[in-house]
């Protein structure tokens, strides 16, 4: 469906709680045109659900952390702020660091 459109395409499966927008639109044009309309968000992949606790898989060492190891991450895309987190964990991005400085230090 685009922007001109007021009757969605017959081969759109996909659909918003409302009915009248595609996924696919609400998700790109949700918070300026779907005021009231509520947004279906995708589901955070690389999480887990560990006795209560939520937790994230690292995807550089592949172990399942809770949230507070991973560093918030904000993205800006066409106007909006999303707040995430990293896909790296805390102790592998302080590792990847401390390698970075060594090689830097051995230049100067």
């Not at 639109?25 to 209560?52: F, L, W």
């Not at 592949?62 to 991973?70: I, T, V």
């Not at 995430?84 to 390698?99: D, G, I, N, P, Y």
Request: aromatic share 8%.
């Amino acid at each position: 469906m685009n922007i001109h459109q007021t009757v969605p395409r017959s081969d759109c499966t996909s659909f918003a709680k409302c009915g009248k927008h595609s996924l696919a639109y609400c998700r790109r044009y949700g918070a300026s045109e779907c005021g009231p309309c509520e947004i279906v968000r995708r589901k955070p992949r690389n999480r887990v659900v560990v006795d209560g606790v939520e937790r994230k898989l690292c995807t550089r060492c592949g172990r399942a952390l809770p949230l507070s190891r991973f560093f918030d991450r904000t993205a800006r895309r066409n106007g909006k702020e999303y707040h995430l987190k990293a896909s790296w964990c805390k102790m592998c991005m302080a590792e990847v660091q401390s390698e970075r400085n060594r090689k830097n230090n051995k230049k100067y």
